[in-house]
């Protein structure tokens, strides 16, 4: 076995060549430490190692371990892109898609975003995790291929032989799976003794005098699977068994006791270590969007232009970017889309193949990998030619080695495979080999292996394809023994077949690459290199009516029939997608979804851009579809099923869904749909264990009491839920009451929304009750609940302590000046309401407050310096309550929206009002409508517009506003610059009020919204407005609707609009 120096050859192949390496240089032993940090390993301040009771010989033993270990692991270390791996993701043990799902496939499908919560920095990858636990044992790091684990293993070597984590550990024996597969048998002692050769007495770590980490990186590059069910047990640390046996004794306990284990492993090999054995389990997580950025910086950090242009092309592509996230994947297609911008400068825009399928990007790939840099010497075109055919050659070879790795699940390859496949070593040199097959070469073997997993499957794809066309038996049984198989179809439909009946599914990306072979794009790019121009032709019809008749023919998805879709993608045979995908965006799927169309949706919910920030499913689901889609829905974020008529069954189908650990809902609406207390409880069950969903909506459907008490249950105990609607669900005041007992101990939920629920005064007083206590709750409506003004005197007391409570919707409650007078006395005190929302409000609209009550309200204004909207809007309040709140106005600093539509507010309050705005300095919305407000009250308000600079929106719909009112707001608006949206509909300012804005927009600057709908302007006054707009540069909309001007003097006033403001939307 190799020396040190054999533990890991390289990095993890994420890590892309193209960066520069950053050399980093080794740090020396012990002599350079601070004083602090120096001594003997065996002391107390000792490092590494603090602690330990070794004898004083083994020093110089420590010391050469800890040099050999800095000086290989202190070299090539690109400092960029490590960040990401110094916090792990800690998970719990596999999910269902890692243990089944290629590599590709689980990227693909949970969008690049591991489902964890839970982060842990790489120093504390082997401490306990409370005071109270111990260390773990047996750790297992999973990654994708490409991820960065063996990158992630040389920082933490790097890290610990430097000093700065793991101190209390003495030796760190770092060994690959790549090594091991070149023995038989060893023993415990014999590993030691052959891997780290200066370590003359390795029965202090077999006795467990030292404490050691024994790290085994890439289980999934074992030859030999692990089983640990039929494993001989072996406790002698001298005796030599099975390698196989060797580790799962180690795993066990059986040997190297006292020594901590770490593997790294693609999730899919990791499923051979029974969870059982698994102290701890930590996945690397993909990149960000910025750490995507800095890679592709750091790949051309000589031309950030280019990076600049790749990183665009990447997020132009949904499904491309999310494979991007792994880092392996991102170096190819980064280089493979450099490549193409570079190369398609200066040829005809017709003749270019935009790279956007996954066989383009290996097209362009190999192509760049074939060609080298022949592309810029043209002259030399023997040589190049030359270089091809031998390149072509290798390809050859190589293909057959990758096609035969892949059927035995074998990556890693030594000289007797090299050899075996006839592969020339002397050749792997070449810039082509380099950029496809990687060397790792020690003391006793040189392994080799693929630059990526799917460069070996794109490999054994074009072997597959160039084989099969003059093939007679089955190439995947290597004897050549198999009933004959005539033309390239037949193999290929064979292959298609053999890949849907996998249990590993291994061939899946195989397939997508064969599949990609038949495009034309493909064809085109790589004819005359890989690929006879165009060959395809004859296959690609037919292979893709074959896999279109592979699409499921009952409602049974799954992400074989997904792959199938990919398949058709990259062939590009994409009719059916297309159609779908056009329903979903225009919300017309109800009746078309068919089995065939429903493996479509399936695949789309992956990729499409149509779900990126909500996917809609509204009216148009079944039972059997819905069940159909579940394994798709779990990793959609935010997901809307409403009104698809769905029963308590499908909610048993939702909450299994919702309690898998795999599950990414984070919202959820099932508005408007058959639901009864039953459905409610099962979503309820799912409540208990569910921990992505934050928003809930079931309004509109039928709960019940018994509904409302299951889930008040699950709130009791979940501390994920946010949001939770319940609009129209009849829970009545029994289920208020559960609600309100479930407020008491839930301090998550910050928005309830229980309006049109019939809870009446005592739920409201139960409620009110628990909000004493509460102190997450921001958002509260109990609008349409008969709460009456017992009810609101009791949610009155609760806001004199509640202070965290930021909107209250009280809205047709029948609540009288008596409950108004409670409410507006306990503003006085509160502190919490609306004070940071400013997009809600306490609402108080279509209620019974009278004019009594606006004193009372008018007393919370002047004294309450936290309220941002009121609105009380269809209640009595006439002139006497209008006035009051007038005055409070002039003094309040705080409110920014006041909603007065429909109280019988006449002249004398406005005048009121327009008063309060020459000195109000906060409100910025006034509505007014359905009030009685006249000329002269315009003309007061006007007079207020002509000094305020602070209101920008007024609402005067029919408000008795006629010529004399218009051109007193003509004159503010000369001079006025807040007023931005002003509406004026269903007034009578006629032709003269219509001269008089039209000569204010000629002046004014800040208007962008104008409404003067049924005004009674006839043609005259439309042809005012439209001609002014000539000179006005910031409205942006303009309604003249109802003003009796006919189709043809409409079109042409639209016309004269879209001449003179060509920005405006104009409604005629």
């Not at 097959?437 to 794809?461: C, N």
């Not at 909610?651 to 795999?662: I, N, R």
């Not at 006025?976 to 001269?995: E, F, H, M, T, W």
């Not at 005012?1024 to 001007?1045: E, F, R, S, W």
Request: hydrophobic share 40%.
């Amino acid at each position: 076995m190799a020396s040190s120096q054999g533990g890991l050859g390289g990095l993890d192949q994420a890590v892309p060549q193209a960066t520069g390496e950053v050399h980093l240089t080794a740090v020396p032993g012990r002599d350079h430490l601070p004083p602090g940090e120096a001594g003997a390993p065996d002391s107390g301040g000792g490092w590494p190692g603090a602690g330990a009771e070794l004898p004083a010989r083994a020093e110089p033993m420590v010391q050469k371990h800890l040099e050999s270990l800095q000086s290989y692991y202190g070299n090539g270390l690109e400092t960029g892109v490590l960040q990401r791996l110094i916090n792990l993701l800690l998970v719990e043990g596999l999910t269902d898609i890692q243990q089944k799902e290629h590599d590709i496939l689980q990227t693909e499908t949970t969008k690049g975003l591991p489902n964890a919560s839970k982060s842990i920095p790489l120093e504390k990858l082997f401490l306990p995790l409370s005071k109270v636990s111990i260390p773990p044992r047996n750790s297992v790091t999973i990654g994708v291929a490409g991820i960065g684990k063996s990158t992630l293993v040389k920082l933490f070597i790097y890290m610990w032989a430097k000093g700065e984590i793991n101190r209390d550990i003495v030796f760190v024996l770092p060994l690959t799976f790549r090594e091991l597969n070149t023995y038989e048998k060893l023993s415990a002692e014999r590993l030691i003794c052959s891997a780290f050769p200066h370590i003359t007495e390795p029965n202090c770590i077999l006795a467990g005098a030292a404490r050691t980490l024994l790290i085994l990186d890439g289980l999934d590059e074992f030859k030999t699977p692990l089983d640990f069910s039929n494993a001989v047990v072996c406790t002698d640390p001298k005796k030599e068994i099975q390698v196989d046996s060797l580790i799962t004794n180690i795993i066990r306990g059986n040997l190297l006791q006292e020594a901590s284990v770490w593997v790294t492993s693609r999730p899919m090999a990791a499923r051979q270590i029974p969870a059982g054995l698994v102290d701890r389990m930590t996945e690397i997580r993909g990149f960000g969007a910025a750490e995507m950025k800095d890679f592709l910086d750091q790949m051309f950090f000589d031309n950030r232009d280019l990076s600049s242009q790749v990183l665009q092309h990447i997020r132009a592509n949904r499904s491309l970017y999310v494979l991007c996230t792994v880092p392996g994947f991102c170096q190819i297609s980064g280089s493979s889309i450099a490549y193409y911008l570079k190369t398609s400068v200066d040829q005809p825009q017709e003749t270019i193949i935009v790279p956007r399928t996954l066989s383009e990007i290996y097209s362009y790939y190999f192509k760049m990998a074939l060609g080298g840099n022949c592309l810029e010497k043209p002259r030399e075109t023997l040589r190049i030619e030359q270089a091809v055919n031998n390149s072509k050659k290798m390809v050859g070879s190589l293909g057959r080695l990758a096609f035969y790795g892949l059927l035995r699940k074998k990556h890693v390859f030594y000289e007797q495979d090299m050899k075996a496949y006839g592969i020339d070593l002397s050749l792997l040199q070449s810039s082509l080999c380099t950029r496809l097959l990687l060397k790792e070469e020690m003391k006793t073997f040189t392994a080799y292996y693929f630059s990526h997993l799917t460069v070996q499957e794109f490999l054994a794809a074009l072997y597959y394809y160039t084989v099969a066309k003059r093939a007679i038996f089955d190439l995947f049984t290597e004897s050549g023994m198999s009933w004959p198989k005539l033309g390239f179809l037949s193999h290929f439909k064979s292959t298609v077949q053999r890949s849907l009946q996998a249990e590993d599914r291994q061939l899946d990306i195989f397939v997508r690459f064969l599949s990609g072979l038949l495009s034309p794009q493909v064809n085109k790019l790589l004819s005359g290199w890989l690929l006879v121009k165009d060959e395809h032709n004859s296959f690609r019809s037919q292979a893709a009516t074959f896999l279109q008749g592979c699409l499921n023919t009952d409602y049974a998805i799954s992400s074989r029939t997904v792959n199938i879709m990919h398949c058709l993608y990259e062939i590009q045979h994409m009719e059916i997608a297309k159609t779908v995908e056009e329903a979903m965006k225009n919300e017309s799927l109800a009746g078309m979804l068919t089995p065939v169309n429903c493996s479509a949706l399936a695949y789309l919910l992956q990729v499409s851009d149509v779900c990126v920030e909500e996917t809609n499913l509204s009216n148009c689901l079944t039972y059997n579809v819905c069940k159909s889609l579940l394994s798709q829905l779990l990793f959609l974020h935010n997901l809307r099923l409403d009104n698809n008529q769905f029963k308590d069954n499908v909610m048993e189908l939702l909450g299994s869904v919702l309690s898998v650990k795999d599950c990414q809902i984070q919202k959820l609406s099932l508005a408007e749909n058959q639901i009864s207390n039953k459905g409610a409880k099962a979503l309820a069950r799912s409540l208990l264990v569910n921990r992505s969903l934050t928003a809930l909506d079931l309004r509109s459907n039928s709960i019940g009491p018994a509904g409302a008490k299951a889930l008040a249950d699950a709130l009791k105990k979940n501390q994920i839920l946010l949001s939770l609607n319940l609009q129209h669900n009849t829970i009545k005041e029994d289920g208020a009451t559960f609600l309100a007992e479930a407020l008491l101990t839930n301090n998550r939920l910050v928005t309830l929304h229980l309006q049109k629920n019939a809870i009446g005064a005592q739920g409201a007083r139960k409620i009110a009750e628990a909000l004493k206590q509460n102190c997450s709750l921001k958002e509260l409506i109990l609008s349409s609940n008969s709460v009456g003004d017992n009810g609101s005197v009791a949610l009155a007391e609760a806001l004199r302590v509640n202070h965290s409570l930021q909107s209250l919707d009280l809205q047709s409650n029948s609540i009288s000046s008596t409950g108004v007078t409670a409410l507006t006395a306990a503003l006085c005190s509160n502190k919490g309401l609306i004070s940071l929302n400013p997009v809600s409000s306490p609402s108080l609209r279509e209620n019974s407050i009278s004019k009594e009550g606006g004193p009372a309200i008018a007393h919370a204004l002047q004294t309450n310096s936290t309220l941002r909207k009121l609105d009380l809007a269809a209640n009595l309040l006439y002139d006497e309550g209008g006035k009051a709140i007038a005055l409070a106005i002039k003094e309040n600093r705080a409110l920014t929206s006041l909603h007065l539509q429909w109280n019988f507010i006449q002249v004398n309050a406005s005048m009121a009002l327009a008063q309060a705005l020459q000195s109000n300095s906060s409100l910025a919305s006034l509505d007014l409508q359905e009030n009685a407000v006249g000329d002269e009250g315009m003309a007061a308000l006007s007079a207020a517009l002509k000094v305020n600079t602070t209101l920008a929106d007024l609402h005067l719909q029919v408000a008795s506003v006629g010529v004399a009112g218009a051109q007193a707001l003509a004159e503010a608006l000369m001079v006025n610059k807040s007023l931005q949206i002003l509406d004026l509909r269903g007034n009578s300012i006629g032709v003269a009020g219509a001269k008089a804005m039209a000569n204010a927009l000629k002046v004014n600057r800040s208007l962008r919204w104008l409404n003067l709908q049924e005004n009674s302007l006839g043609m005259d006054g439309a042809i005012c407005i439209a001609t002014a707009l000539k000179g006005n540069h910031g409205l942006t909309y303009v309604n003249l609707q109802g003003n009796l001007i006919g189709q043809s003097g409409a079109k042409m006033i639209s016309n004269t609009i879209q001449i003179n403001s060509p920005n405006c939307i104009v409604d005629v």
